[in-house]
């Protein structure tokens, strides 16, 4: 159990235009699940927290604009890159907390690969 | 600033050779920590946490307080053991934030 699934696992954009990446979780409900973005060989970066039925927390230097979450069930978050530009390029990782009582749980989806043109 | 530091990008042992894998965070109080590994062309997953106190694939992890350090170790590493290690405490608000992360790299 516990499943994170991400759509695409990879896509290439033209620079200018907006790419939506989906996170679901299969056999759990999230109210809470988070976006990261990881570079190569480097560390995931924490971008956001995307909360069911509400706004996302986005962290300190992340343009809220640029990325926009939506959290409109407790199985889907989708983050969109507008107006995508090369240095949007990355890994980006989506993960959901499981809340069933058993300490904190957090489980990871498999990543995004984002190329921009 | 960061809260969490791994001070070694890249760690390289021997097959059956002991690894200690350190990690030192600044939080006050008794920070929650955890240790995620991401084995190559896997998604990041959790390895221990240390409210478990638990021995996962022969690693274990103490939470120093007076060191403020919470290194997972493992008294004899395996090739399959190579993989990327993050520490994370978990932060006011619930989210998890990641370390540098430290390559393992066990060599045969």
């Known amino acids: 159990g516990a499943v994170v699934s991400q759509h695409p696992s990879w896509v290439i954009c033209k620079s200018g235009t907006s790419v939506k990446i989906e996170c679901r979780s299969l056999?759990?409900?999230?109210?809470?699940m988070f976006w990261y973005r990881q570079f190569p060989k480097q560390s995931l970066m924490l971008m956001a927290t995307s909360n069911e039925g509400s706004k996302a927390t986005y962290e300190q230097g992340v343009e809220k604009d640029k990325f926009l979450i939506n959290h409109a069930s407790l199985t889907l978050s989708t983050l969109t890159v507008t107006s995508a530009h090369p240095e949007d390029s990355s890994f980006y990782i989506c993960?959901?907390?499981?809340?069933?009582?058993?300490?904190?749980?957090?489980?990871f989806g498999p990543g995004t690969r984002l190329t921009v043109t | 600033a960061q809260r969490v530091t791994q001070p070694e990008k890249l760690l390289s042992v021997f097959k059956g050779a002991p690894v200690e894998l350190k990690c030192n965070y600044s939080?006050?109080?008794?920070?929650?920590l955890f240790w995620y590994v991401q084995y190559s062309r896997q998604r990041l997953q959790l390895l221990l946490r240390h409210i478990s106190r638990e021995s996962i694939k022969g690693f274990t992890a103490d939470l120093n307080k007076g060191e403020t350090s919470f290194h997972l170790k493992k008294p004899f590493a395996q090739e399959e053991d190579s993989a990327m290690y993050y520490c994370a405490p978990l932060e006011y608000g619930n989210k998890l934030v990641f370390g540098a992360g430290t390559i393992l790299r066990v060599k045969s």
């Open positions: 993960s959901a907390r499981h809340d069933r009582g058993q300490g904190y749980e957090q489980y």
């Open positions: 056999d759990f409900q999230a109210t809470t």
């Open positions: 939080y006050s109080g008794s920070p929650e």
